[in-house]
């Protein structure tokens, strides 16, 4: 059975790009719907020039751009030439500023000397051509433009009969305009705190954001986004993010004269990959975004990037969902699970997932990990029978599982041993009680589809939940390629080849919440889990984050017990369910503990998340008060075709004198009228921007949703 999603009206706006090679000035001018990005070949040396990325400009303004240049030499400690400067950075000569290409010939020498070669234009797409000026050696710079984002990666290729070794290879370097105070936002976190939104001046020197544990991990996301002084509504904002599943680095380089420059892609710590003769590596890709209208619009134009060129099934609301885990943890039993289904369906869940415990010797996270084989103890019928009674329920059946960790005590452990990260001489290191399967073999590879393949077939399965909750330990180098990035790629190989052979299925990302929410894997997962943390008011922190770069159809969101599982905070459902409906609405409490109240006061909001969906899946993100700004907080969703609008208002306490707040919305159509569906009040677009809806909050964890929908112009 699949649950039927609707699609949603999503515009597409993929022909507002160009790509233009300028044979006067030997320049590239790559356009977007809202900026530009123009380099050209320097006519003295060949080497590539970076000249622009920011609003957009005309052909005329090429020339300028060339001769425009600062002509000081400056200080002899200097870089030279400076990084901000190279459409490239990589080693060799003067260069001492972050670089993102260093190389080892089989000589001895590590610096590279690259000149333009040629290049190719294929609609939306580039490939510039690099040369060594002495060794066998290309590298070729790939650009793809959408309407509101550039894609940027390299590929390596070794040309000679010598090997070479890759000390560093990030996939772009990226350079704004000079700031006179630079700024930089990223989002760090840890477990259960992920995505926390930082801001703080960009100091002269390294601001270096990283994961070294093979997967991008809870400590930072795989983005950055620097500003000379913008704020949410205004001023000018450049971001880039890594699309990469592993280990990951992004630096951003600050000059005492204000120029900056960022460097991104896959991590080096660790990692040196030799390059034999004739191979070739296709590096990660990165993403930039620009933004003249400040973090607002910042985010929207990620959003409307993600949405039309990154997630699948990117048109199809996605369904609200429950989730047995804090209900049942590893005691699953079939008649508890078909219990839930019954409370779940009777909420008007349109998904319901069996997470972990549910194979062979699962009662706690010591053993099974690999074998996944129903325990026929806990599900007398087998997965099949669970998902029949789901589906006679009305609802879409999905499974927990953990295909990239193996438990010692596990029927596959003890038939390969060997088929996991490890050093002969070190001790093996446990996490969560797991080891990691090495997805760098192809045994391994075709022992993880075919088992999942079995899994998919054994049962009416419409969905999957993929975790990952230990990081890579004891890796190697399988061949020429580093296991780091083998594992990643051998982890998308599978994942591809399910979605080809089972296109119906959903996948949703987890790694132990929020640990692998990347571009890479989003693009392979209908959705992303951001955090095991589910209360409510610390998810406010968490989805502001994750929403800052992410859709909100994305972004999974359970309504839990109360107290909350990790925070052992009480909060009303109310306040509970408003913070779940900023996203994909989840509910993951042990129903069967619900009165017949809360089970009534849970359907209602429910039916109202259904009434919204699609605004708040699909529209356009609006933050009206951050929840890092003090005890309030408000957003609100403007559909795309700007009918309804939908707005929520959070307070953790509420004090007697400001029970009411005056809240200003953003983003409507300057001559309509709107009306409240609740209350029939009626109000101009000039009244809810310019004085604002008075939105009442009263007691501790309060909370209000008005949804306003468009009356004139029709």
Known sequence: MMFHISEASVADTSTHTAIRFLPEHRAFTLTGQAFSYIFAVDLDDVVLRHLHWGARLGDDDVSLLIYDAPRRIGSNTWSRPRAHTEELVAHGGLRFDECALKVEFSDGVRGLELAYADHEISGNELAVRLCDRHYPLDVVLRYRVYPGALERWMEVVNTGDDAIVLDRSASASWAPPWLATPMATWLPGMYAAETQVTRAPLGVGRLVLESRRGVPGHAAHPWMAVDGGADEEHGEVWSVAVAWSGSWKIVAEHAFDGAVHLTAGRNDFDLRQPLRPGESVVLPATVGVYSDGGYGELTRRWHTHERQHVVPRPRHARPVLYNGWEASFFTVAHDQQTALAKRAADLGAEMFFIDDGWFLRRFDETAGLGDWTADPDKLPGGLAALADEVHARGMAFGVWVEPEAVNPDSDLFRAHPDWIYQWPTRARSLARNTHLLDLGRPAVRSWMFEALDALLRSADIDALKWDINRPMSESGTAGSEPAAIGHVRGLYEVIDR???????????????????????????????????????????????????????????????DSPSYLGKRAAPLRFRFHVAMCGILGIGGDLTGWSDEEMAEAAGYVKRYKEIRETVQFGQLYRLASPRRGEFSSLSYVASDGSQVVLFAFAQTVRYCVQTRLVRLRGLQPDAVYENVDTGGRFSAAYLVGHGLRVSLVGDYASELVVLRTVSPT
């Open 498 to 560: 399910l979605r080809a052979a089972h296109p119906h299925v959903m996948i949703e990302s987890c790694a132990s919440g929020g640990g692998r929410a990347d571009l890479g894997m989003l693009a392979r997962t209908e959705w992303a889990w951001p955090s095991d943390n589910t209360d409510a008011l610390e998810r406010l922190a968490i989805q502001e984050g994750y929403g800052f770069v992410h859709s909100p159809h994305t972004m999974m969101c359970w309504v839990t």
